[in-house]
């Protein structure tokens, strides 16, 4: 499966957006439809003020959009790192750098979701320089060849995937050996029931969100960003770092969190079709959740 892959990756990316549009969109939109009810139904409730029309056009771009992901994923396994770089653009990375340096941190984290085509986002250790090694949280996966293929894929540029259950030992285990590093939170995810510290509006739902990125940081005194992205033509992207705060220790408890959930919201509100619609965000409600605290109590 890996070296059929890698076949595939050198075709052309051109090559690649031919069989996007017209094989795997066909397939995934009216033959498999894939987890079409579930797209169809959080777009209804996410954006209760657009029309049927609007909505249906969403869900025809996410569509196409998240065929052009599988397709640049798997172009990405030979993509050369000048083309990477000429492809996405990172704008102000190195004014964190030195700003991290100007502050004397050892830590910058980044808050991110699963917008835009966030394997190629992972190539960000390509514009750090030597002081700053990069790394991503990562939740492995069941399947063993999948979880090395994604494994190669992300670590190719140099970084590193932390997995997600040993985030904080690998963090602390830096930061005793005084290494400097930037590391990469997807934290759109939802969170399992005994996960859930906090919930925040967002589309228009409570929704519970991971909140251990702010508490590391405060632990290992990281700085915050926002990783802000957009996709200006097909093929090519540009990730704005964003501060949310330099001094997180400084914040009340969870607002890092809820700043990073309005500045994802707010991405999403420009351009709704290039957020993971197939997620099912909203499976635990925050009923179920309160239902379950109140059991718990009584017991």
Known sequence: MSLLLRLLSRLPLSVHYFFSDWLLYPIARYVIRYRRRIVRQQLADSFPERTERELRDIERRFYHFLCDIIVETIKLLTMPHQEVKRRVEFVGIDEMQETLHREGKHFGFFYLGHYGNWEWLASFPLWLSDEWQGAQIYHPLYNATADRIFLQLREQFGGRCIPMKQTLRQILSAQRDGQ??????????????????????????????????????????????????????????R???VPISLQPSDLAEFEAT??????????????????????????????????????????
């Open 239 to 241: 990730a704005e770092l």
């Open 258 to 299: 809820d700043r990073y959930v309005q500045l994802l919201e707010a991405q999403i509100q420009a351009q709704p079709h290039l957020w993971l619609w197939t997620h099912n965000r909203w499976k635990r409600t925050y009923e179920r959740w309160l239902e379950r605290e109140q059991s718990s109590r009584q017991n």
């Open 180 to 237: 400097r590093q930037i590391i990469g939170f997807i934290a759109d995810q939802s969170p399992k029931w005994q996960a859930m510290h906090h919930w925040t509006p967002f589309l228009h739902h409570p929704t519970a969100f991971f909140t251990g990125t702010e508490r590391i940081a405060r632990q290992v005194d990281a700085a915050l960003y926002y990783v802000h992205v957009t996709r200006p033509r097909r093929g090519y992207y």
